[in-house]
Nanobody, 123 residues
């Protein structure tokens, strides 16, 4: 059974930082993309940051220069360092992984999902 378990969400202040972690289990993730997808209240899910199997990264325009994704394949873990937080970053953040390599910018490309962790940024 594949599992993705997020940690590290919570309350942050505008201009501050938070770090999310996601630990995977049940399969090898080194050959597929892992990333973070968020959903704000009343909005559709948005792919925020992705680390592909080859080490390439993808970022949504709204977080470029502020968020950094990294992964440690040895322990099946992906991280999201969020700096210079903004109130509009408030959302539930989901860790997600592909079942096989594919386009990384689309939420439908991800077969495995964590339970989500709330990030709230106050102004």
């Amino acid at each position: 059974q594949v599992e993705l378990v997020e940690s590290g969400g919570g309350l942050g202040q505008a201009g501050g930082s938070l770090r999310l972690s996601c630990a995977g289990a049940g399969r090898t993730f080194s050959s597929v993309a892992m990333g973070w997808i968020r959903q704000a209240p009343g909005k559709e899910r948005e792919v925020v940051a992705v680390s592909s199997w080859s080490g390439n990264t993808y970022y949504a325009d709204s977080v470029k220069g502020r968020f950094t994704i990294s992964r440690n394949n040895a322990i099946h873990t992906v991280y999201l360092q969020m700096n210079n937080l903004k109130p509009e970053d408030t959302a539930v953040y989901y860790c997600a992984a592909q079942r096989s390599p594919g386009a990384v910018a689309y939420t439908k490309s991800y077969a495995y999902w964590g339970q989500g962790t709330q990030v709230t940024v106050s102004s």
